[in-house]
């Protein structure tokens, strides 16, 4: 999960996708935002659902994405626990 955070493009896809009205995103929604193309960003969209923090449906010619929200949860576990050094998953 983190490894797949560890890319600042990634972190701030998921970022957009969370924040995107509807609570999910196609990649021609979220490419003017970015200076990459548009298979590049479909390539970071798919890291980030192979390390489940998104999930995604095709719709016609778009894949839609969201944010799988036991993820973020067990993300937020993650980063507020009292002892960083103990880590329950």
């Avoid at 193309?37 to 970071?44: A, G, K, N, V």
């Avoid at 969201?66 to 626990?81: E, G, H, I």
């Amino acid at each position: 999960m983190f490894k797949a955070l560890g890319d600042p493009v990634r972190l701030r896809l998921l970022s957009l996708v969370a924040s995107h009205a509807g609570g999910e995103a196609c990649v021609c929604d979220i490419s003017p935002a970015f200076d990459l193309s548009q298979p590049t960003i479909s390539h970071h969209l798919k890291v980030l659902r192979e390390a489940g923090l998104l999930d995604c449906e095709r719709r016609g010619t778009w894949v839609y994405y969201w944010v799988v929200p036991a993820a973020l949860q067990q993300l937020s576990s993650v980063l507020t626990a009292a002892d960083p050094t103990v880590v329950t998953v």
